[in-house]
């Protein structure tokens, strides 16, 4: 009957994808589709990690694909730099033009050519895969990508042999579960379910963290202590481990190396020094390391928040030896995890292509750097001046530190600058041409995770949105366009998702069951450490690291102050740290309507003692300075700021903020101690009422 009066059913499908975002839940989706269109994005129920439960970010995707200011077609710049006024071009007008330009600037150095991307998605393929073969053929320079995780990376590769760790389910059985430089209800929402779980069954739970988070809410005890003393808090309670004797001596004496000189230098720990260093009471140390040291179902949740200081990675050293003290790793729900990206067999050389380098070694820039580098002359040293840079997967005017340097650089006359983006970024804004990206509902790709040991692979579930075009296309008709011939520049997507788990012609993961099923897990032990087996060049848990002494570096933990220390300053008297807010994801979202009411606006968290000393009240607008620049935002007067501590909510896009910038306006270009990553949380402020807004 439907027939005959010309009304025919919608055709529903639902296609099995993965979460593409920076977050270490890397959750399996399931998408509704109705005649071609996205209804629906939801969790995938069978999954067990993703139990069918989405946080609010991403259970709103089909707002991001169908969002009416997406960008859909090629756009060529029209107006000055930085102001955003372009018009549409064709994707053969702005190919063409983009190669002839990037082959001028490589005749003269390829070196002047500047790739820049991060995590804007998580993905094998539609990450470095393509893209990387693409500029290695063309020989440009390489970008050291370290904005987020390397110092914490680097600690763990010290101590454990990499980025390795205990069986996220496993945290619902612990006893005692330290949750540090983490707000999982936030950033880690199916951690949190294994926590909760662990909670109710009787485990006692203990947030670490200089802010009073979400989660600090919901455990039982919260230590607020000061931004960059984790590394002093781990080293004292060690001291307590051994004065009172709350040690595993066989699992020390058969399973690591340095003790000794680790236990030397813990003894100068106590409590007491330990406690003026962190701005928190002796007592809580000795309490905590009491509850520690008799729980032998012990377990640490470690995040990234921890080491973005100058002494991160020495602290995520000092906390990753704490389960080899006391033997909790013997224990499947003891030990500690900060990511579980090191147990995937990613065949990068297959999808990356270093050989197309053929020998040639070009030089390597810090991603954290590019507000410098970009306003660098050419030099012997530093090679050549960068002439062009080419964008994807980030948003670095946004999210990279010192950001009114990074304005001046990308706002150069004679930089080419192109961004493959899905919306008009901060960054976009500064492009000469923009090219329109899919979203994660338009194309092929596959994924490892940091929070749990699956693979999953995405599926299209929609045709491109507009004239959008997968980062993968791009660069292959990027490389066509340059004369590039080499057979791998036209593989496609599916075929890069095979490769990405295959060596020597075997793959390491069933793709078969991924096409079934859209996840496959990869074997790990229950304990993985529980009898040593460290994937370090001893095998065993390294206290004192060789390969770090042969680099001229502390061959053990210490505690390595901030650059930018509490109390070291009468000028700039509060530190600041930049956690991100709830419903953003570094900047992503930020232009989803929904998330952004939410929100509301850019906020300065601080507490009543220091709002009182500056005649701050709730709802002012401020003033936040330091010696790199200032930011006005409105102030929240809020216990969730400890004294002495100011809490700038990120990553805003600037132009969304009060003066067109954002808190990364006041952070440094400075690098950590290991892994030469970023120290945004490390940075002292001022703040005072807007006096300009209070005039008003």
């Known amino acids: 009957m439907n027939d005959a009066i010309g009304i025919h059913p919608r055709t529903s499908v639902l296609i099995k994808g993965a979460c593409p975002h920076d977050c270490p839940d890397t959750c399996s989706l399931l998408t509704t589709v109705e005649d071609g269109i996205a209804t629906k994005v939801q969790g995938n129920p069978v999954h067990p990690h993703t139990d069918g439960v989405l946080c609010t970010k991403v259970s709103r995707y089909t707002e991001r694909t169908y969002d009416p200011e997406r960008i859909l077609h090629p756009l060529k710049r029209v107006g ?10 064709s994707w053969d007008a702005a190919l063409n033009d983009i190669a002839a330009r990037l082959k001028g600037i490589a005749a003269r150095d390829p070196q002047a050519i500047l790739p820049y991307s991060y995590c804007g998605t998580m993905g094998q393929v539609q990450g470095e895969s393509m893209a990387a073969r693409f500029f290695h053929k063309l020989g440009a320079s390489l970008l050291e990508r370290t904005i987020c995780s390397t110092a914490g990376g680097e600690g763990l590769t010290h101590t454990l042999g990499g980025k390795v760790g205990m069986k996220v389910e496993f945290f619902a059985e612990a006893r005692l579960i330290l949750i540090w430089g983490s707000n999982p209800i936030a950033s880690n929402l199916h951690f949190w379910r294994y926590a909760q779980a662990a909670k109710r069954a009787g485990a006692r739970l203990v947030c670490i963290d200089p802010r009073k988070t979400e989660t600090a809410d919901k455990c039982h005890e919260h230590i607020a202590l000061r931004p960059g003393t984790d590394g002093a808090l781990a080293l004292a309670l060690m001291h307590e481990l051994i004065t009172h004797d709350w040690l595993d001596h066989a699992y020390i004496e058969q399973h690591t190396v340095g003790w000794p000189a680790l236990r030397e230098r813990v003894l100068l720990w106590n409590s007491e020094r330990a406690a003026e260093i962190c701005g928190v009471p002796p007592e809580q140390i000795r309490t905590l390391a009491r509850d520690y040291g008799t729980t032998p179902q012990s377990a640490i949740r470690l995040n990234y928040g921890m080491q973005r200081v100058h002494g991160g990675g020495n602290a995520a050293r000092a906390v990753a030896c704490l389960p080899a003290l006391t033997g909790a790793w013997r224990h499947r729900a003891g030990g500690l995890l900060l990511s579980s990206s090191g147990v995937f067999p990613v065949n990068k050389a297959a999808l990356q292509r270093p050989d197309l380098l053929a020998g040639r070694a070009p030089r390597t820039i810090n991603m954290v750097t590019i507000g410098d580098d970009l306003l660098r002359e050419a030099s012997q040293a530093l090679g ?3 002439e062009a840079l080419v964008v994807y997967n980030s948003n670095p005017v946004a999210v990279a530190p010192d950001s009114g340097r990074v304005v001046q650089g990308f706002a150069r006359d004679d930089l080419f600058t192109v961004v493959l983006e899905q919306f008009k970024t901060d960054t976009v804004d500064y492009a000469d041409y923009v090219l329109p990206a899919t979203t994660q509902l338009e194309h092929w790709d ?33 490389a066509a366009r340059m004369g590039f011939t080499e057979p791998c520049f036209a593989d496609d997507d599916e075929a890069l998702c095979r490769m990405a788990f295959r060596h020597d012609g075997v ?17 790990v032990p229950d304990a993985p450490f529980a009898n040593g087996n460290f994937p370090t060049p001893s095998g065993k848990c390294e206290f004192f690291s060789e390969r770090l002494a042969a680099q001229g570096l502390d061959g053990l933990p210490d505690h390595v102050p901030n650059y930018e220390a509490a109390g070291t300053s009468t000028a700039y008297p509060l ?16 232009n989803v309507q ?59 896009w600037r132009k969304l903020g009060l003066d067109g910038s954002n808190v990364n306006q006041l952070t440094s270009q400075r690098l950590t101690d290991l892994g030469r990553g970023p120290v945004f949380y490390d940075c002292l402020v001022q703040v005072e009422v807007d006096q300009r807004a209070a005039l008003a």
């Not at 000055?80 to 071009?89: N, R, T």
């Not at 099923?517 to 074997?523: I, K």
């Not at 530190?575 to 930020?590: G, K």
């Not at 952004?596 to 009543?608: A, F, Q, S, T, V």
Request: aromatic fraction near 8%; charge should be neutral; charged fraction near 20%.
């Open 80 to 89: 000055p730099k930085g102001s955003g006024q372009f018009e549409p071009v």
């Open 575 to 590: 530190a600041m740290i930049s956690p991100p807010a709830r419903n953003f994801l570094n900047s992503s979202f930020v």
């Open 507 to 523: 793959d390491q993961v069933d793709f078969d069951l991924l096409l079934a099923q859209g996840f496959a897990t990869v074997p």
């Open 384 to 386: 050549p001046k960068i």
């Open 594 to 652: 929904s998330l952004r009411d939410i929100e509301g606006e850019p906020l300065l968290e601080i507490n009543e003692v220091d709002a009182a000393a500056r005649g701050i009240t709730a709802g002012a607008v401020v003033r936040v300075f330091n010696q790199r620049g200032e930011y006005r935002c409105k102030a929240a007067v809020s216990r969730r700021a400890r004294p002495g501590v100011v809490n700038g909510l990120g990553v805003w």
């Open 446 to 478: 596959v994924h490892s995770a940091y929070g749990h040991t699956d693979v999953l692979l995405n599926r299209p579930a929609i045709a491109p949105v507009g004239e959008a075009k997968p980062n993968t296309q791009i660069f292959r008709e990027l």
